[in-house]
């Protein structure tokens, strides 16, 4: 059995911005009891984040009462420009945000299409490397940088914050809203995936 995670990225905070927005909604959560305010080793990857507060369940659709004795059960927060992914898998898929048409990236037997993963292989590494270097499209021709790209079922997300909460149960989409508008409007991303 692995780790189940989500990420909420806030795929525009600039890297200046971070820092600062990441204090002020750990300081929401915090203070809603949503987390508890002491870092302590309870995610994986980093280490220490954010236990469960006694009011978690206020933020999920269906609360577990077993989440306060899984191990890796926190709120980890990236303050750092991040691929984030989904861990498991491969991404099915990617659309234009010029023209909307999306590509396969894998066939009916989930083989990768090597063709079209190539246009995006170096891209999506480029990010991690200071880059966002820029895709261009097969279908309308136009080029946009790979941090742009809108991956099906949010394989990918492109960004410098990150929150992410280790093996919660699904969270509640009204708070998954509320935490994306303290981010001043941002787009945000909701990432799943398994370690
Ligand atoms: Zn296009």
Not at 39 to 59: F, Q, S
Not at 63 to 81: F, Q
Not at 149 to 168: P, S, V
Not at 182 to 191: C, D, E
Request: aromatic share 10%.
């Amino acid at each position: 059995m692995g780790d189940w995670f989500q990420t909420i990225v806030d795929t525009e905070a600039t890297p200046e911005e971070a820092q600062e927005l990441a204090a002020n909604v750990l300081a929401w959560l915090i203070s809603d009891g949503i987390v508890s305010a002491e870092r302590t080793d309870c995610v994986l990857g980093a280490d220490a984040g954010h236990a469960p507060g006694a009011r978690h369940g206020e933020a999920v659709v269906d609360p577990d009462p077993e989440l306060v004795d899984v191990w890796s059960n926190g709120l980890h927060v990236t303050v750092e420009r991040t691929v984030f992914d989904a861990g498991q898998g491969e991404p099915s898929a990617v659309t234009c945000p010029h023209c909307a048409v999306e590509m396969r990236l894998v066939d009916e037997y989930w083989s990768p299409v090597e063709e079209t993963w190539d246009l995006f292989a170096d891209a999506t590494e480029s990010w991690a490397d200071d880059y966002d270097e820029p895709v261009a499209c097969p279908s309308c021709g136009r080029t946009a940088r790979v941090h742009t790209w809108i991956w099906a079922d949010d394989y990918f997300a492109f960004g410098h914050l990150g929150f992410t909460f280790w093996n919660w149960p699904a969270l509640r989409p009204e708070f998954v809203v509320e935490l994306s508008s303290r981010l001043g409007g941002h787009r945000t991303v909701l990432l799943e995936g398994k370690l």
